[in-house]
């Protein structure tokens, strides 16, 4: 399997990705949810990790970005782990750092944990699943008040490849608003195409039933292209 393939197995069983009847934060009726707060073992942790390295080995070679930021909350282990296996797979050791939600007013004070970022640096954001784009919109916002970096890449798990506030997705949003180049690991088009009527540990997921429900929710809901 790819590694594209070999994340969608995981995620399905780690629970993280399930299908039913559910409803995003939008109100969206939605057959299929993406709740990265499942993942909670060092295992999954790790092999977390090596799919973000994977996907950002793939787009964004040896030289091209200086760090990896991780907005807080579910932001802050994705950059960890990703910066780890990017070292142990890859043997490249990018430095890392995440934003604190409340600036500390003592000690070393200051927003930022980890790396201190400095002007010129080529940053990647690493974040789960991108809905309404706010955490990334706040983090450049953030980064004006750190250092003159360049924003250079968004990494995510999954994308759901919806509207935003326009006729495009919410990731092209980010593409266009900001000159940002956006790789998820997968898209949700991959995941109905790998999972469709393909049984992973003899359970079918995604039979003709939810298929049809999934094409209706993107037909319904899914960005022109």
Known sequence: MTYKEEFI?????????????F????GRKTPYFVNTGNYKTGAQAARLGDYYAACIQENMPEGAIDCLFGPAYKGIPLAVSAA????????RDLPYCFNRKEVKDHGEGGSMVGYKPQGGDRVAIIEDVVTAG????????????????DIKALFVSVDRMERGTRDCSTLDELRQDFDLQVFPIVTVREVI?????????????????????????????????
């Open 9 to 21: 197995t995981f995620m399905v069983r780690s629970g993280v990705l399930t299908f039913g009847d």
């Open 134 to 149: 706010t955490a990334v919109r706040e983090t450049i916002e953030l980064f004006r008040s750190v250092a003159e970096v």
């Open 193 to 225: 195409s790998f999972l469709h009527n393909n049984p992973v540990d003899g359970k079918v997921y995604i039979d003709d039933e939810v298929k049809n429900k999934m094409e209706g929710y993107l037909a319904q809901y899914g960005a022109k292209v």
């Open 23 to 26: 409803t995003t934060k939008s």
């Open 84 to 91: 780890a296996s990017l070292y142990r797979n890859y043997g």
